[in-house]
């Protein structure tokens, strides 16, 4: 994934299909205390912007919106979290389907 031109190679990213909505679920099994990412539009994206909600064994840890050229550096806590989802929306619709929300080198830190 690429934002704001620089590419981060060990990226999450949604799919580009429509709909344009999805989330992925990790175990996480209490063993970790920090994720760091940085959240952004991919550069390719034909969609200038999108949602993207973290959360952990029911709680938000983070909710917000992805702007094309605007990635924003992450820090969140996920001590003692046994269950991580991250879900994204493309704001554009299926009109917009070649469009990538990222998670560039995105870590989890014990």
Excluded at 15 to 37: A, K, M, V
Excluded at 87 to 96: I, K, N
């Amino acid at each position: 994934m690429t934002l704001r031109g620089k590419t981060y190679p060990d990226s999450l990213s949604s799919d580009s299909h429509c709909p344009p909505r999805g989330s992925i679920e990790y175990n996480l099994g209490t063993q970790w205390s920090t994720f760091t990412f940085t959240a952004g539009m991919d550069d390719n994206s034909a969609a200038t912007s999108g949602t993207l909600t973290i959360s952990a064994d029911d709680e938000t840890l983070w909710t917000g919106t992805v702007t094309l050229g605007r990635p924003r550096d992450l820090t969140l806590s996920v001590k003692d979290k046994v269950r991580m989802t991250i879900a994204y929306t493309h704001d554009e619709g299926c009109e917009a389907s070649d469009s990538w929300v990222a998670l560039g080198d995105a870590t989890l830190v014990r």
